[in-house]
């Protein structure tokens, strides 16, 4: 018996409707497997244990800012590295009786973060007792007009903007070091499951009036994207009404907050203050800013792709078009905006690498294990 063999017949051509579906379905398979690739790899590494370091034998009397928030997410940050790094710490801040603290605790060395608050007189008592004073400076350049008056008072003075070193040391100071902040992993990781911000770009940060006049000519574009800003002052940009909730005005986040938002974003904006502005800052002799703020440190633990404003000393802790990268112009941070946000691998791939680089060597621990070298060796 001969079997007839029947073609058959040709598929019916999809309509527009159909064909659209399909490409919708397509393009959310590949949008979903780019970001559980990236949330899977960041929580390979997120999950590795950080380097250990040596636990010193000394007693740490750490001075807080007593500013509240948001330095109370600095003190923190530096409250835990002391814990893991030294066998006993005392915790009080500047509006306490420091010279009968000391006297009830004995302590090695006094750490004090900021100071700008803390009465000088305390200082020389607890020095000539044999307590080694040390101080970090968080706000440099922008306040050196208070600094100026206060470093000369310390044994050791630790700032995060490199510019000012010789400043220091020019007014006598002999142990001067450079020393910027860092992240908190306790505070700044990665959304490892399904976040629940879903951003294309982001910006947290005050309105310096240098971010409002940085922003207001990209804004029409920049907002075209899904672009959230979120920070005090931003009342001060005119067209801030026009985008509604996406700018978020006098809205402080909280560092777990703000790292969720950072990690549910494809691009985060850095966008560093001015070391020139008449109304925030303090800073007479102009002295320039070269150094990375904290910020930097903190987007890149989040395991997002950082656009940071060109800084002169950046590139001596994140490799610039490997691990981060820069702009100086807002006609080359939207160009580049658009690069990242068209090449995925590439965007997906500076985020993981700027993520592993900065566990390796920008946490606070590792910070904190610098600072004590400088005292202890």
């Known amino acids: 018996m001969k079997t007839e063999f029947i073609m058959p017949a040709p598929p ?3 309509t527009p409707a159909e064909e659209e579906k399909l490409r919708g379905r397509l393009t959310g398979f590949k949008v979903g497997y780019d970001e559980g690739y990236l949330r899977g790899r960041l929580a390979i590494l997120d999950g590795r244990p950080e380097e250990p370091l040596p636990v010193r034998k000394i007693h740490v009397m750490y001075v807080a800012s007593g500013k509240g928030y948001p330095y109370s997410p600095l003190d923190d940050a530096v409250l835990y590295a002391l814990q893991k790094l030294t066998v006993q710490v005392t915790v009080t801040d500047v509006r306490k009786d420091l010279i009968e603290l000391a006297t009830a605790q004995c302590p090695d060395l006094m750490l004090v973060l900021d100071g700008l608050d803390l009465p000088l007189e305390q200082l020389s008592v607890l020095r000539s007792r044999g307590i080694k004073t040390a101080i970090w400076l968080t706000d440099d350049p922008y306040y050196t007009d208070f600094t100026m ?5 310390y044994d050791y ?3 995060l903007e490199r ?3 010789e400043i220091y040391r020019g007014l006598g100071c002999t142990e001067v070091h450079y020393l910027p902040f860092a992240a908190h992993r306790e505070h700044y990781r990665p959304t490892i499951g399904r976040s629940p911000v879903c951003r294309d770009i982001s910006f947290i940060g005050s309105a310096y009036w240098n971010r409002i006049e940085f922003f207001r000519n990209i804004m029409p574009e920049l907002m075209s994207y899904n672009t959230v800003i979120n920070g005090i002052w931003w009342d ?8 509604g909730e996406r ?9 777990q907050e703000t790292a969720t ?6 691009i985060v904006i850095n966008l560093h203050r001015s070391h020139v502005d008449e109304d925030a800052n303090n800073n007479a002799l102009v002295i320039p800013a070269a150094s990375p703020n904290p910020r930097t440190f903190e987007i890149a633990a989040s395991g997002t792709l950082q656009l940071s404003d060109a800084r002169d000393d950046m590139g001596s802790f994140y490799k610039i078009g490997e691990e981060i990268d820069t702009f100086s112009s807002p006609l080359e941070l939207m160009e580049k905006v658009h690069y990242y946000l068209t090449h995925e691998e590439e965007r997906r791939e500076m ?3 700027a993520f592993e680089r900065t566990l390796k060597d920008h946490t606070y621990t590792k910070r904190l294990n610098q600072l004590l070298n400088v005292i202890y060796g």
């Open 12 to 14: 019916m051509p999809r």
């Open 261 to 266: 938002t950072y990690s549910g974003s494809k």
């Open 247 to 255: 700018i978020e005005v006098g809205k402080w986040m909280s560092p």
């Open 236 to 243: 001060r940009l005119p067209e801030a009404p026009l985008y």
């Open 149 to 153: 008056k206060i470093v000369t008072h």
């Open 157 to 159: 003075v630790f700032t």
């Open 351 to 353: 985020a993981l690498r």
């Open 163 to 165: 510019n000012c070193v």
